[in-house]
């Protein structure tokens, strides 16, 4: 949706359980599912992170990031 709203042509999506309460048996804390469309294509995965809600939180950052980074670079 951002990249179809916008005029981006990359777009990073995250959503998860962070912690610390929210989780499951099915979807415990620290799944996390990430997201990235670069024209067009739409790249997505899904994490499970240790630590408490920050490790989480940072932990999704820095994987949002460097997948960003290997997608956008040339083959």
């Not at 949706?1 to 998860?16: D, E, I, L, N, P």
């Not at 240790?50 to 989480?56: K, L």
Request: charged share 10%.
């Amino acid at each position: 949706g951002a990249v179809a709203h916008s005029q981006a042509q990359v777009s990073v999506a995250v959503s998860g359980v962070a912690g610390p309460s929210g989780g499951s048996a099915d979807k415990p804390v620290g799944t996390v599912w990430l997201a990235w469309c670069v024209q067009g294509q739409v790249h997505s995965r899904v994490h499970h992170f240790p630590g408490d809600r920050a490790a989480v939180r940072a932990q999704t950052t820095a994987l949002a990031l460097q997948h960003l980074v290997t997608i956008l670079q040339p083959p």
